[in-house]
């Protein structure tokens, strides 16, 4: 059994990851951390702690205070926020992953960090994208991903801290909205479909990145927490993904379920070049290899799924 305790629970992946570990591993075992206390579910449903990652001092503390023995730090600035805020980016992407890296050391817990498609470059190659390739991004956020890839095998080899990562591309949820990212008109999309029948998007056509659905990406996170070590070749980070498409596609699929929904362009050149500096798709076949990464949402059941979804939420 895992006593798990989570940074940034609140936002987009921990406000579903918290209740899913808490399904699975017992409420009592899954401490949710953020930096404010929301009406939310994971908040309000079991062990919450204010813990700003940016203080050592009190994420050590409640660590020790729950006895932890796994933690999954979640806390991070997005690729176009950061791209906006570079120092502030640094500071929070990296001291904070710094801080939940000693945390782990200090209470000898399994450690687990999202790593990002943004870790990638414009150099690098953009199809199939390998699991070992080059990696110059050319964003802060990225810069923050590949360092922080290698922090966390750096704190595997030199002290022994089980630390697992997946690159991962634009998570879709209808649950909590992501803030900042350069995938989010892949979200944004679904609630102007199902709002007003149209979507603007800051992203053109032709332009594709990976993506995946969060319930694939949430036991993606379980599955490799509970693989076996002695399988893992490599730890930070796996290329995971679902499907990879452009504006064009999306709309296409959501146009299958709502007839008539029409999308455009406004083109925002900032997170266009971000898009652009990344790969088209990633090839995950390492994460398949070693520990059985698999996904259950294409591009239309995704679709089916969030229209149904967001139809009940915004009635
Ligand atoms: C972003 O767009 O910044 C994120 C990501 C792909 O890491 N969704």
Redesign the pocket.
């Known amino acids: 059994m895992k006593r798990i305790m989570i940074t940034g629970a609140l936002g987009q992946i921990g406000s579903e990851l918290t209740l899913k570990l808490r399904e699975i591993y017992g409420t009592d075992n899954v401490i949710a951390t953020d930096i404010k206390k929301n009406d939310s579910e994971a908040a309000q449903g079991g062990p919450f702690e204010i813990v700003d990652v940016t203080d050592l001092k009190t994420m050590v503390e409640t660590a020790k205070k729950y006895k932890v023995d796994t933690i999954m730090h979640l806390a991070a600035l997005?690729?176009?926020t950061?791209e906006a805020k570079p120092v502030f980016a640094w500071n929070l992407n990296m001291g904070g992953l710094m801080n939940a890296l000693e945390t782990a050391r200090e209470v000898n817990a399994q450690f687990f960090t999202?790593s990002?498609?943004?870790a990638f470059g414009p150099s690098t190659p953009k199809d199939n994208t390998p699991q070992d390739t080059i990696m110059r991004p050319t964003t802060m956020?990225g810069v923050n991903?590949v360092a922080g890839e290698l922090l966390a095998d750096y704190y595997f080899h030199k002290f022994g801290v089980d630390t697992r990562g997946l690159r991962?591309?634009?998570?879709i949820s209808y649950v909590a909205p992501?803030g900042?990212?350069?995938?989010?008109y892949a979200v944004e999309i679904y609630y102007e479909a199902v709002k007003n029948g149209r979507y603007t998007s800051y992203i053109d056509k032709g332009t594709y990145?990976?993506m995946m659905y969060m319930p694939d990406a949430l036991k993606a996170i379980i599955d490799l927490m509970e693989a076996d070590p002695a399988k893992l070749v490599h730890r930070n980070s796996f290329n995971v993904s679902a499907m990879s498409f452009d504006p064009e596609e999306i709309a296409a699929s959501i146009a299958k379920y709502i007839p008539g929904f029409k999308i455009s362009y406004n083109v925002d050149p900032v997170r266009q070049q971000?898009a652009e500096s990344?790969p088209n798709s990633i090839d995950s076949t390492a994460a398949k290899e070693e520990w059985g990464f698999s996904y259950d949402y294409d591009l239309d059941k995704m679709t089916k799924d969030m229209i149904e979804k967001l139809r009940q939420k915004l009635e």
């Open positions: 997005l690729s176009a950061a999202p990002s498609i943004g956020y991903k991962f591309p634009g998570l992501p900042g990212g350069t995938t989010d990145m990976d971000i990344w």
